[in-house]
């Protein structure tokens, strides 16, 4: 399902996505894409932020009410603080235009490998040569156990949960210290994720597993 | 300056006022009428005003009201009370006053220049907006061609993608020279960055030029930078690395610490810049031997540095070439 005003964008967006869906619908305004997510409840919500009818996020927050669909934003806007809104209000990932064809693939093929999978949850996560084992909390690579830090532990477990989807630091840091004062320790949040990188990494420089959204959060590939 | 012959005008008449019938007064009408004339003078006229017209009116109100009369001494010890307790009160309201009034005035200032703020914001956005839509378009187009076999669609996609480079460091300029560029530094491991910027140039033809390494693999560099823009600065550097260096030559990104700075090291084999004077190189990048782009991605690079307590510094290269460094602060190291 696309929302998206510019008629060649959308031409580009339903050919790049008929490989993996059977049927692409398309709406020009967020009126007409509210009624059709509504009436056809599709797998997947493409949604451009510069609709002329209604605001992004506005239309994003209603969408998240009802729908249970990822929601990847189109989104030609420079301001890294305006994803980080739509993503606090339940956007699952976003992409910049322009964008390349082969990158939105693989996002929403992520976006929904992890939709078919979050409605059973599984208690071991694989990635690469790890092994995760959620009920134990351990980490394994072929075999042998890596160590982590508690927080080091929660970091990559709500990354790896939440694969394919990009999470802003206040959320990744609401799950990891849940409960805790909001405060000035997120800004360690960076540190922790550095620590994390070498130790699951092989190239700190070239990172496989978890990948940074400049200004905005991390995002975990691992599964893809 | 109006104010000033009004107000003492309206003084010496409240004066005369009271005076034709000072046998009635008790001391507390006097005070609280002068009071009166002191706040109206310092609202419209400010505080020198009040001010000076509270000394005056201290000096009348011994005078003229407090026996014996037309003189400067007070018989009732009880009076310099009420005289001094007077002139207290007309000196701090008149300085509330004032202050109240420097608040609205700060207030209003700042109002204005948040709204100038959100517009040109808005005005971004839009010109961002209008200019990526047809190039999302003419890539994702030339991406559907390039399927088919057409090796001239992968030069359409690319050269697409400069343009948008264009188009975001020209609207990164005009941010700048609006003022409008908020930095924020955060404690930011280096690994992360130079990752990012490994990530950037994966999608590109040239990436194999690109040899990225840490001075020491081992440690880990904690900055205190704003990730965004410092992003942006290494960025353009390596962008005009490798565009004016030959095209087998390869590109050095380097990052470490050293003297309590973190360093980011952007090496060249380019014509170097020594020919301009290397002062001049930094400002107007490479002038007219090289592109418009350079030199706004420089002078961009330079300005984001300076708002986060950096530099980027310049050196011709040993056998030839540039050599960027770009200077940050560390973060402080109690981090946990």
């Known amino acids: ?224 | 300056m109006v104010m000033w012959p009004v107000w003492t005008l309206a003084l010496v008449a409240v004066t005369l006022l009271l005076l034709s019938f000072r046998a009635d007064l008790d001391k507390a009408h006097v005070i609280l009428v002068f009071l009166l004339v002191i706040l109206g003078a310092s609202a419209a006229g400010g505080r020198a005003l009040g001010v000076v017209l509270s000394l005056v009116a201290f000096v009348i109100f011994d005078l003229v009201f407090l026996p014996p009369y037309g003189t400067l001494v007070v018989r009732n010890p009880l009076d310099w009370l009420a005289l001094v307790a007077f002139l207290v009160t007309s000196l701090v309201a008149a300085q509330l006053l004032y202050m109240a009034r420097a608040q609205r005035a700060a207030v209003e200032r700042e109002m204005a220049a948040r709204e100038g703020e959100r517009l040109k914001d808005a005005l971004l956005a839009a010109v961002s907006h209008d200019l990526r839509t047809p190039l999302t378009s003419i890539k994702g187009l030339a991406h559907e061609l390039s399927q088919d076999g057409d090796e001239r669609a992968a030069i359409i996609e690319e050269e697409a993608d400069r343009l948008n480079r264009l188009v975001t460091d020209l609207l990164d300029a005009a941010r700048m020279s609006a003022g409008n560029f908020p930095v924020a530094p955060q404690p930011n491991a280096l690994d992360d960055l130079l990752g990012v910027v490994v990530r950037q140039f994966a999608g590109r033809a040239d990436r194999n030029r690109l040899e990225v390494s840490l001075d020491r693999p081992d440690e880990l560099v904690i900055g205190m930078f704003d990730f965004v823009q410092t992003l942006r600065i290494v960025t353009n550097l390596v962008e005009n690395a490798l565009k004016y260096s030959p095209v087998d030559a390869h590109v050095q990104l380097s990052g470490g610490a050293e003297g309590g700075r973190m360093v980011v090291r952007i090496s060249d084999r380019g014509p170097g810049v020594a020919e301009h004077g290397e002062s001049r190189a930094l400002d107007t990048a490479y002038g007219d031997t090289r592109s418009v782009s350079a030199g706004l991605g420089l002078s961009i690079a330079r300005g984001l540095a300076a708002a986060q307590h950096g530099s980027v510094d310049y050196e011709a290269r040993a056998g030839g070439g540039s050599v960027f460094t770009l200077f940050l602060p560390l973060a402080e190291p109690d981090a946990p």
């Open chain 1, 1 to 224: 399902m696309i929302i998206e005003d510019d008629p060649p964008i959308r031409r580009v967006l339903r050919h790049a996505l008929e490989s993996d869906f059977d049927r692409v619908l398309e709406a020009g305004t967020a009126a007409a894409g509210i009624d059709l997510v509504a009436s056809e409840q599709p797998a997947l919500v493409v949604l451009d932020l510069g609709l002329p009818d209604a605001e992004g996020v506005e239309v994003c927050r209603e969408l998240r009410a009802w729908c249970v669909a990822p929601i990847l934003i189109l989104s030609a806007r420079h301001s890294e603080s305006e994803k980080v809104t739509l993503l606090d209000a339940g956007a699952d990932d976003y992409i910049t235009k322009p964008f390349s064809t082969v990158e939105l693939q693989a996002r929403v093929r992520a976006l929904l490998r992890r939709a078919s999978v979050g409605n059973a949850p599984s208690l071991r996560i694989e990635f690469g040569p790890y092994v995760m084992d959620l009920a134990g909390r351990t980490l394994r690579r072929d075999g042998e156990i890596v160590h982590l830090t508690p927080i080091e532990w929660e970091l990559l477990r709500t990354l790896a949960v939440n694969a394919g989807r990009t999470l802003t630091h206040t959320q990744l840091f609401g799950a990891v210290w849940a409960g805790r004062r909001y405060g000035d320790a997120q800004q360690y949040l960076r540190t922790h994720i550095a620590n994390l990188r070498r130790k699951i990494e092989d190239d700190v420089l070239d990172p496989r597993y978890v990948v940074t959204e400049p200004g905005i959060g991390y995002r975990f590939a691992g599964t893809s």
